[in-house]
């Protein structure tokens, strides 16, 4: 079997779960280059994941690994350079969420891999949870009846990297960064191009990281679709106890709850403490909720083997650029809610460098707008 | 001991749990009337509970009945005037919740009660309920640091008695019906009188009930308070199997989950099922989560015995008039959200007869209007 | 209302438990004495209870106090003797697990009684726990079918009091403590006086108290039942993380789980800790299962309010002398299958001083014998 | 990648759940034979699964099917002769639980494939399954302290097939069939080879199979180790609801519990049902414990990789023919003590034809003894 080649750019956090996840559960993929800004970074990880060859340009990644993938997973405001000079180069793209900073980079995104026939897929790989994916066929086959109502929530105390911290960076706080996997996930649920016509938020700041950020760091966002459905999305990174990720959906017929993370684990006491409990978890000691297999308890092998299949079989995946824009702009209409306490309809446009603005405005991030 | 005397004026669904609550659990109290329209069901009720006279008229009941407390479990159109009447006549008076229709009604009934010197509860049980009261603690102990974000869900299948669908009557849906336990709730964890500073609400229709009533059956309402802290309320009307009644509160120092039901019950599997599982709970057969001492684990016995140790110590209630009028306001603002789309500042107050009309307009119940 | 007098014995735990018990939920009882040996914890007692009148002697606090029942809340080894004193006296008796040390002591407290035409009632708190008697009402009413099979665990970290480890004063070790309970609910739970068949037992030492005690710190015990159901009994003092307590019920038309404490709890994360989660649970830090209104929950208030009406009405309670009799002859059996490895058949008797020497042997406690 | 070539021998449940296992996580390995007794269900497999050839007869799909391993999925009386015959023609083997019916099938299946230079692997998948293996890791990461007592429950309503009611070919019945699962898993949290020194069981018959079979429809195993570390295994065929399989290890210094099935699932409620919820669930109509991803979940998938490994990479799988022989014995040790009442010590041997005739005596199939 000839093995589809994988660059992966980045080599962080979610960089180590993605080569994990080929490593393990895609064969037919092979991770053959890595980048990081910093050698001593890119070494680290290559050696750690057996990668063959390492870069610290991502020109350089992209143009000499050989690779027919390019996998992104470094921060939101290199998203769309890095996509475009892929798809350029004539390699295929998965990106991790959030797709981009502005609907105007998405479009260049999205643009640039059409005009190069690349594949794009907005990495969500909540659509490939295989306890959300069970609950997705259970709406399916009728289960519930007819869905009005989805919660999703995904909370925990806050980012692994400094520059989610960094507006420019991030382009948002806990909404940019969790809420796009609640926005992506009601969607997904409603299947085919669901129509969202309005968005309503409150975000909250100043609570555990008001020293580092003005960044939303709890907020409530209701999306309501065509047909009156409504996506209830929670997101936090003040939240303490380790990484929070469950589903309700209620429909006409009844009502099915899931959690990723608690309802999964194995319930520990330990006196002592020990290693790792779960992502974020805090302390070990005394009681625990211990998860396992979280990489594909989230679903991200299947998300990255869905993808190489695509790129094999030529065919299309089933998150696409057009998706990640799509929840993008949900972002954005979040954000401009938040500011003005209205719901917004859809479609929603501004002219903003990142969706953050849209509640803050565009001089959040200046120092001195941070309290320390 | 020379017990408390209580008229209960309904028969109905609560005026049971009232009854059963003093009998088990309030010895220093005595229920002595009943009052409902139809002597049979007034009879039923003295029978069932050893009620030594009944009444189908609510003066009678309040002025032969030689009553210390009217305890009011009817429907919500007739509260204000029951409350003034007991009031006028020297009754102290327990009220179920929500106070009333409206803003000038409640301000008549707090001001009679005033003016005849008798105490007036707005028997709100979440504020007595044994598990939230430990919730209450632990937050004021300091247990989970500075609280930002609580949820209060209460939702079951649909109301026990008609007159719930219908506006005139209820003057609401499940907003009216079960918001008025966060909001109640909300406030009660903050404690003092906390302000609020907005309400913002999403609400649909037409979902199981549709043929029988324009209200919302299903709700999220997002209220914010003075420095910061929101409460979100989810209520529904149409979530099956069984009453859902649960709480989280988020906090910078950690967070706590609690279940009202679900989370006390003991787990059954029954596979030619049983009597009875829980309220609203359907059918019984296979797996059930089966419920033990509803009324104590919701407050009511608590609830019903501290007002009379109120009235025996002349002491305050904990729970006013004037906090349900506070309660009636938040629903007020809710209604008025829902049909704006924008979050409503408070104070707040029109002039509507029922608070329905602030969502819906004032003709939202003629028959042309409900589907069939 | 003329009180019912209640004269309690002991000092401790499980005397303050019934002293609140009886003061929030026994109105016809009224707490007038109490007894200890030490002045200091008499009089800090009745104070922190309010309590009328102290004793350090319990001939005197039977005789001088003008009690109508004597609570019996002391070790093991004194609640024949105590037991025959009051009712010598005429009082009633209610007494706490286990009856007593050996057979023939049981014999002579319920001749005693007997003699003395008072009323003995053995303190099973687990036949009024709300949750396990909705769990009894369900089999009752068919709900599983036919039980072949009853579990109950209770497991803690180790016992309140030194007198505990003392074998000579508590008559075994985690069994006698606790797998009485299980014995007893049982019985309860198959109804009428079920024959017990065999016990078959395996114990073990040597763990988190093995340099206090050779008490058995873990334990299986099997008991068949006439008609062939079994009931196994899990009992632990070495089982960290606080008080467990649980039931399973197996029937030949469904199961039942039923969960004293987690299963009622609320969950907190708390990063700073705080007072009190639940008995015995350790640090407060980080997750807990938190639990509220314990002595409800687990049946005290009802067990003594049942007593005090026994007493008032002139009726049996439900938990007899001699109910605590075949629970006694079940721990002996059980012990005599420890040593052996053997199914014990029942009726079973041995004379021995206390029923760990069935086990242990009668030299168990002399100081050669404990590991230091 | 030149990939391994499986035979599969048998065409029921548990041969589906290897094939589904091998296509979807191995894909270093390729079935390519299944044989079935029965043309039509052969047939129908190889088609379901995309097998390139099928047989009837165990010897031809031995012999023709050009096969690097033998996979075999039929009745344990089969098991023997099935891996003698692999063996000898040069296959390696995998064997489904139990590893045999005789301690000296057992010694000449080991010998066997010794003998001839192939490996034989004991397919246990509990050794696998990655939330046990999660605890296994906790423990030996000293999360607990020293573990003192294991629990391992696994109970649903019944075989899958008829055979299992035959004890000419099953051999024995719940504790044959899943007490093998927890008598292997005990050994394999301990590590190593370890001693067990006693079995203690308890069987009961005549539950909802009684018509079918006299076997053990439900039973508790004890199985002590050297050190003292007991096992508790719980089996049954007579629990409804669904499938169960769970654990819990206490050590001094803490405790875990986890468990596969309801401990993952999503919770639904769901009115008029839907069609699969889990392994024997019973209706899927009200509540459910729905679960997803279950052979990964129960480790077959994980269990065929790792033999593909082993015979790829010529090293020896962690559960051996050995390991599948000592559990064997801890099974005619149980039924050894169902008989005698009496702890079993170990090593233990008797001679007989199947492991419960040690329980029943060799005569219990005969048609009279069944009640019909």
Redesign the interface.
Known sequence: ?DRTKVAIIGAGFIADIHAESYHR?V??AEVVAVCARSEERARAFAARHGVRSWFTSVDDAIARSECDIVDICIPNDLHARTAIAAATAGKHVIIEKPLCLTLEEADEMIAACKGHRRKLMYAEELCFA??Y???RA?VR?????SV??M?QCEKHSGPHSDWFYDLARSGGGAVMDMGCHGFAWFRWMLGGRPRAV?V?A?M?T???HKDRTRCEE?A?C?V?FEG?T?G?A?N?W????GMEDRVEV?G???????DLFM?????????????YAVEKA????????????EA?NQGYPQELKHFVECVRNDTEPIVSGEDGRAVLELLYAAYESART???VPLPFHRQVSRPIDLWLGPHADEPASIRR
């Open positions: 079997m559960f064969p037919e295989p306890k994916e069970r609950v259970l086959e009728g289960a519930v009846g009005y109502h919660r309005s309503q409150h909250q100043g609570l555990i709890n409530v209701i309501e009156g409504i209830v929670e936090s003040a939240k303490l106890g209620s006409t017929g009844g009502v099915i709850y899931a309802g999964n684990s194995a319930l520990t006491y330990s006196e002592h403490g020990y290693g805090g302390s070990s000691r005394g009681w625990t909720f211990t998860m396992f297999e594909f306490g209205r719901k």
